[in-house]
């Protein structure tokens, strides 16, 4: 069949040089649409930072509500915010802080190409670190829920301000628990990481995906640093200040 | 340069079999899953478009119960917006040309590509398993308490079908972002890329902000409603007017995602069809950048009459006329690339017209409802249906459909037939006119939106606008018909039938997987019909 | 069937003139663009097209000065709309002093108005010409919308919070009232009639039988039956504060904020009392959530009103 073309042809904006005789060797690990280990690197980090941008869109709507209750009703947050357990949310942060220690120390394993057995330490402290603050977390639910502090039919308020205790539980559970939902994603991608870092697989050509996780990982361990001073400080002072 | 032979190897014939193509990993064919799933969901909103339509040809509401009607419009929304609208463009065109506009093999990241349409389809899904089951009756903007306590619908199905799709918003958007600044070819910088390019990274800014925040909200809505907390009932302790907010914050930045694409296109068929640079690329280019950015600002112009207060109206007022500016200057810049330009009467320049002329008008008609003291009367009547309808049918679709006319014979190899295209344009060019420009009128008489039944005195208009629509419905199917059968039939088309500049234009038809077996380097614009000084301003 | 063809609205309302003067003046700015535009189009496309295949345009890359031109000259225009608009909506949106005002609630399909002295209609609302009246409007459900188009007026009507709109009737007649904020099946019902009256009609009209008492007669006897009064005294000695005068003044709270104690601040306390409780008073008012209709707690406000009187003596 004759072909439709158009008897104008521009010249080409591009040269389009011929495929070279002989392919040279490409690291194992780098996908065919690339042209070079460093454009990939480069991609997948790029994304990885887009992708917590959307995150950081994600809790906002969820900041937003927090805002705008806290304002509707200062005291009655603050009321609220006393009955959690500042004890156990202090430590929670420092075992998040640690956890991004040795995820940023396991990063810096794989980008300098140690032994696996390093690399996998690191990831595992941080898995275990996670595991951590995932129990304790449990154990807060735990105890809110005996205490009746689940907003629902069952839920039951001793203080002055029923109503925006309730809001502040309902925000609490919503945004620690979409925050522990984000820390379960993670600890999955450090058990692949882990597995992938003990077949070798990393060299200082190719640690993207410790990199990549890494950068999902503090992104995580700083929204749990918003998280803290909002839901459990709010009106506390030093003793004695 | 030398025709480029069609090859007998490409990428449809790539690789043989369901597998091969649900298991793909190239955007191409990316795109046409995407094409299959989009033209599929506009034929049933069209559905319910004609529905409407149909009760709506008379007072009473004698054709459907109320409780149908609502729901009939509910679904058309949902699936127009969420399943037609947001992914058209940048998943049928974008995905497929996009890598090969910056000379790259494919997108920066193809598996999460297929990931993308395979979330569109769950999402699409479940709302599907809404419709079927029941239908969700709350309008497509979900207004608590309404959707929270007491519609009686299937509003959490609803509901988790667009928090799933806009995870494939998402990931397309955050997939040309990195493709665009990482995977460009040597000699490719920023200012000579094609404004199709522009337009795509603009969305896609708009794409990965805005999209978390409705599904926060969409999630916020079936808690509320699963769990009765009190986040937007004020029975509960809610707030209203809060879900209104976080509601539109995206929901308007969305419209931007409507229509940014087209005008890419239409940027692209402008300087195609008339074989000459686009008046003031720069200024085109940074547009798109100032319309993502400025249309995050403007959210409150659909709070208006909800009692949030005077000087928040104020603000979002003026943002809104801000907002126009960057659309204005587009139009502006289309219209003077025509001055001395060598034009063609093609079906793509058909579709570019009707874009230039129907979507001024429906930009035009924003103004009318950013003007604090008129959107009063017209807010909520169909004033607000005709206007949106004018920019994103008369705009979005319009666009859309001269992409699809104007990248056919790259797509598919093959021509369309061109003269019954020029008539299915013009057809939809006239029924489009005659459906929505009686809805202005009839608005502003007063005859609000999502009635099933109306004011008697408002029946004329009623009646020329279905009248319309019909002849709107058979305008689309026309391209239906005879782009399937182009497929079969028609003659095949060659690298370059419009002889138009871009990259795209410099592989076979249809294109081979890989595109470019290797990597082009790029000597000047892309855009350009003439040499021109480098970058920057005009 | 098409027994008229209207095209424009009626102007029943003092206002709508303003607001049709500015449509016009949109509608002649917008159209002189668009009628500029398709013109261009339209010769462009016609004096310069393709007449060979092997053509191409001129090489023409842009013009700073015409790029300036078409921005600022649009900003400027949109600044007049805004500036015009604006000033028609600050009109729209301040009730003169004085206003006569009639309550308005709405609830899944029907308006419930109540005008002060009592008299009570189900969509209907009349109105005297040459007043200014104010709608002030609560939900008893969902969000609606009070909308007359010939007067020009819309204003959502938001559960758990009191929106008002105002217009001047200028013309006898009878106009549509439409809800205009999709709220469930009988949405496109849930609609009624104002009627604008000469004042000598509307006087017959009000004195033709007022059944039930004026809202403060009617609050008043809520006053005694939900034994507000127990606490209430109006020595100010009571459980609660007095509430004689204090209607249109500022409250001290026990947080040490003041509040201003209108509408809102009333129906939140009747609803939700441990909000803000007065400074030198105890938390101890119950609430009367699911106690009370809309209607009812607005017979309570229009009660308290009525109580004038000194301000009351110190809190203890």
């Not at chain 2, 997108?107 to 398993?129: C, D, E, H, K, Q």
């Not at chain 2, 999209?211 to 509960?236: N, Y």
């Not at chain 2, 195609?272 to 995050?296: D, E, M, Q």
């Not at chain 3, 003044?249 to 909000?275: C, F, W």
Request: include cysteine.
């Amino acid at each position: 069949m004759p072909e439709s073309q158009s008897s104008y042809q521009p010249a080409p904006v591009a040269i389009h040089p011929a495929p070279a005789a002989e392919h040279p060797a490409t690291h194992p690990w780098l996908q065919h649409h690339f042209d070079s280990m460093e454009q990939q690197a480069e991609a997948s980090t790029l994304g990885m930072w887009v992708f917590l941008c959307t995150e950081i869109l994600f809790f906002g709507g969820l900041f937003m509500a927090y805002l705008v209750y806290r304002h509707a009703s200062p005291e009655g947050f603050q009321e609220a915010s006393h009955e959690l357990s500042r004890l156990w949310g202090t430590t929670n942060t420092l075992v998040l802080i640690c956890s991004s220690l040795t995820m940023a120390l396991g990063v810096r394993a794989a980008q300098t190409n140690q032994s696996r057995k390093v690399i996998v330490g690191w990831l595992g402290a941080t898995i275990v670190f996670g595991i951590g603050f995932l129990g304790i977390k449990a154990w807060e639910y735990y105890d809110k829920f005996v205490h009746h502090h689940v907003p629902g039919p069952n839920f039951h308020w001793d203080g002055l301000y029923p109503k925006p205790a309730e809001q502040f539980y309902s925000l609490y559970f919503a945004m620690t628990g979409l925050h522990a939902l984000h820390m379960i994603i993670g600890i999955g991608i450090m058990t692949v990481i882990a597995v992938l870092a003990w077949k070798n697989t990393f060299d200082e050509e190719y640690f993207t995906p410790v990199e990549v996780a890494g950068l999902y990982w503090h992104f995580v361990d700083i929204v749990w640093i918003f998280l803290f001073p909002l839901l459990y400080l709010i009106g506390g002072h030093f003793k004695g200040a | 340069m030398d025709t480029i032979a069609t090859p007998t190897v490409n990428y449809l014939n790539n690789g043989h079999g369901l597998k091969s193509w649900l298991l793909t990993k190239d955007h191409k064919r990316i795109a046409l899953l995407y094409l299959f799933s989009i033209t599929a969901f506009f034929f049933l909103g069209g559905f319910f478009a004609l529905m409407i339509r149909l009760e709506l040809l008379t007072p009473a509401s004698d054709l459907v119960q109320p409780d149908t009607y609502n729901k009939l419009f509910t679904m058309h929304g949902i699936v127009m917006v969420f399943f037609f609208l947001i992914p058209s463009i940048p998943a049928v065109l974008g995905n497929f040309l996009v890598p090969i506009m910056v000379g790259a093999k494919d997108l920066a990241f193809p598996r999460i590509n297929l990931l993308s349409w395979y979330i569109y389809v769950l999402g699409g899904l479940f709302t599907l398993v809404a419709a079927v089951t029941g239908g969700v009756d709350t309008g497509w903007t979900f207004y608590a308490p309404y959707s929270t306590s007491a519609s009686n619908s299937h509003v959490i199905t609803a509901g988790v079908g667009v928090f799933i799709t806009g995870f494939s918003s998402i990931l397309t958007g955050l997939n040309f972002i990195v493709t665009v600044h990482r995977m460009r070819a040597p000699g490719l910088t920023w200012f000579r890329l094609p404004l199709f390019v522009w337009s795509m990274y603009a969305t896609s800014l708009i794409m990965i902000l805005g999209t978390p925040v409705i599904a926060i909200t969409v999630a916020l809505v079936a808690v509320e409603r699963g769990l009765h907390l009190g986040i937007f009932d004020p029975a509960l302790g809610g707030d209203p007017v809060l879900f209104q907010h976080l509601f539109w914050f995206y929901s308007h930045p969305a419209v931007y995602i409507m229509i940014l694409p087209a005008m890419g296109v239409v940027s692209e068929l402008v300087q195609a069809g008339t074989r000459k640079n686009i008046f003031g690329y720069a200024f085109v280019a940074f547009s798109s950048l100032a319309i993502a950015i400025i249309g995050f600002l403007v959210w409150g112009h659909h709070l208006f009459v909800s009692g949030q207060s005077t000087y928040a109206g104020l603000v979002f007022s003026i943002l809104s006329f801000f907002v126009a500016i960057p659309s204005a200057v587009k139009v502006f810049n289309w219209t003077a690339t025509l001055y001395k330009g060598s034009i063609s009467w093609d079906t793509p320049m058909l579709y570019a017209y009707g874009f230039i002329g129907l979507f001024t008008i429906g930009g035009l008609t924003g103004l009318f409802l950013a003007t604090l003291g008129m959107d009063i009367h017209v807010h909520d009547t169909y004033f607000i249906i005709a206007h949106f309808h004018y920019v994103m049918v008369g705009g979005a679709i319009m666009g859309y459909l001269g992409g699809m006319h104007y990248w056919w014979p790259k797509i598919t190899g093959r021509m369309y037939p061109e003269s019954i295209a020029r008539f299915a344009a013009l057809i939809i060019f006239v029924g489009f006119n005659l459906t929505f420009g009686p809805q202005f009128i009839v608005g502003y008489l007063g005859m609000p939106r999502r009635y099933a039944m109306y004011a008697p005195e408002f029946q004329i208009w009623n009646v020329l606008s279905t009248a319309g629509a019909t002849i709107l419905g058979v305008g689309y199917l026309i391209p239906m018909v005879y782009f399937i059968w182009s497929v079969f039939r028609a003659p095949l088309a060659g690298s370059n039938p419009w002889g138009a500049r871009g990259l795209e234009w410099e592989i076979p038809s249809p294109p081979p997987t890989e595109n470019f077996v290797v990597t082009p380097v790029v000597t000047e614009g892309t855009h350009q019909y003439a040499p021109s000084r480098e970058v920057g301003i005009a | 069937m098409f027994t008229n063809f209207p095209f424009f609205p009626q102007e029943a309302s003092e206002q709508a003139a303003n607001v049709d003067a500015l449509y016009f003046f949109l509608l002649a700015v917008t159209g002189f663009f668009m009628v500029l535009i398709a013109a261009l189009v339209v010769f462009f496309a016609f004096k310069y097209r393709r007449r060979h295949d092997n053509e191409v345009g001129e090489a023409i890359h842009g013009s700073l000065a015409l790029e300036l031109t078409w921005t600022i000259i649009p900003l400027g225009i949109t600044m007049v709309m805004f500036v015009w608009g604006a000033a028609t909506y600050f009109h729209m949106t301040r009730p003169p002093k004085g206003a006569m005002e009639i309550y308005v609630v709405g609830k899944q399909w029907m308006w419930k108005v109540q005008h002060v002295d009592g008299a009570r209609e189900i969509n209907e609302l009349h109105v005297p010409i040459g007043r200014p009246v104010k709608l002030i409007m609560g939900s008893e459900d969902v969000i609606h919308s009070f909308f007359i188009p010939d007067f020009r007026v819309k204003e959502d009507v938001v559960p758990g919070r009191y929106n008002t709109l105002w217009f001047t009737a200028s013309k006898p007649g009878r106009y549509h009232i439409f809800c205009t904020q999709y709220c469930g099946t009988k949405h496109s019902n849930m609609i009624g009639w104002v009627t604008a009256m000469d004042p000598a009609d509307y006087q017959a009209w009000l004195s033709g039988g007022s059944s039930g008492g004026s809202m403060a007669n009617n609050g008043a006897k809520l006053f005694q039956d939900l034994a507000c009064a127990s606490c209430h005294l109006e020595n100010g000695q009571g459980r609660g504060p007095s509430l004689a005068g204090t209607y249109g003044h500022e409250v001290k709270l026990s947080t040490g904020q003041a509040v201003m104690m209108d509408d809102t601040y009333v129906r939140e306390s009747i609803l939700n009392p441990q909000a803000k409780i007065v400074a030198g008073f105890q938390p101890l008012m119950p609430t009367f959530k699911g106690l009370v209709t809309e209607e009812q707690i607005l017979q309570l406000t229009a009660y308290i009103k009525s109580l004038g009187g000194p301000a009351p003596a110190a809190q203890k």
